[in-house]
């Protein structure tokens, strides 16, 4: 499926639709988040997490506790990989409380937490972690595979990356995945292709930010995804998307790119680290990479955004500032 030769017929396949195509509403399920009454808003960003507290997972959340106060955080977003290894078994999964809503205790940490799912999560039972019932269980669980979140001031469009990976299904070795909904492969990622780049087309925010759980530029383990580059990031160039935000490599990154205003932010250090696996990257690319464990802040306005990452001990290991009005960075 989509290797060598057919992934080149159906890449030009779809660049094609692209061309022709004409302008169509999203399918994609549509949410609202207010921002703050002064216009403002803040959130947080984490990966790679439930490991039921274990690997520095509940150093991490106590951490992101006190920066969620200290920011004043709207809401939490979780890059995927939610519970390791293989996901959950069903909505009764003790693993949903044991690696979630045990750990994530911190006053400032109540607020709606939006998830994408990664390719450990799709080793399970997918539908249980899309399933209301867990909203049931903690107000707070927000899960779909795909949707935009409407921020006023910014719109977030989460997309479900791990079907586009080709060795899931050509070559998964011991590992068994949860493709309902999913299959036929092709036309769930043709229909997925076109709704993300009609909502994009179609969004009046001043900020657009795309948040998946593969990378699309990355130096750690699993580097650049290889199908993510062919299918979507030309659709996110061509929609003047300023951030994409992942995890699945367990670090923290920031990388620029020297063909385009998208900057590449990998927040994937929710737990389980991956000391002193970096390859070599564009320096002049390449703005920061931390191979351990923390998270990432954003404070937003209209005309600016600030964005941090912090370590498993609340440190700032990296801050810069992106301007709406000037297009620059610092």
């Not at 890449?11 to 061309?19: A, D, K, M, N, S």
Request: glycine fraction near 8%.
């Amino acid at each position: 499926m989509f290797e060598g030769g057919h992934r080149l017929l159906f890449l030009g396949g779809l660049l094609l639709w692209l061309c022709m195509a004409s302008p169509a509403t999203s399918e994609l399920q549509r949410l609202q988040h207010r921002a703050k009454p002064d216009g403002t808003l803040s959130f947080l960003v984490v990966g790679d997490w439930g490991r039921e507290g274990n690997y520095n997972q509940s150093e991490v959340a106590s951490q992101m506790g006190v920066i969620g106060e200290k920011v004043d955080i709207d809401f939490v977003i979780s890059t995927g990989d939610n519970f390791y290894e293989d996901g959950l078994t069903g909505v009764d999964d003790p693993a949903f409380s044991k690696s979630f809503a045990d750990i994530y205790t911190a006053p400032s940490l109540q607020k709606p937490w939006y998830n994408v799912l990664g390719n450990h999560d799709y080793r399970g039972d997918v539908e249980a972690q899309l399933s209301p019932v867990l909203k049931e269980k903690d107000s707070r669980w927000v899960c779909f595979r795909s949707f935009v979140l409407d921020a006023e001031i910014v719109e977030f469009f989460f997309v479900d990356t791990t079907p586009f990976v080709d060795k899931y299904f050509t070559d998964p070795g011991e590992h068994k995945y949860d493709w309902k909904g999913v299959e036929p492969r092709e036309e769930y990622l043709s229909n997925l292709l076109k709704d993300v780049d009609s909502a994009l087309k179609d969004s009046s925010a001043k900020w657009k930010i795309v948040v998946g759980h593969h990378t699309i530029k990355s130096a750690g383990h699993h580097g650049v995804t290889v199908e993510l580059v062919e299918l979507l990031l030309p659709i996110l160039q061509a929609n003047d998307v300023d951030l994409y935000v992942n995890g699945h490599d367990h670090c923290l990154e920031h990388i620029t790119s020297t063909d385009s205003e998208i900057q590449f932010i990998t927040s994937g250090g929710g737990s389980k680290a991956w000391r002193g696996d970096i390859k070599s990257w564009k320096p002049e690319e390449m703005k920061f990479y931390y191979d351990g464990q923390g998270f990432l802040s954003m404070n937003m306005t209209g005309d600016r955004a600030d964005l941090i990452l912090y370590d498993v001990f609340g440190q700032v290991l990296h801050k810069w500032f992106i301007s709406k009005q000037l297009h620059d960075t610092a």
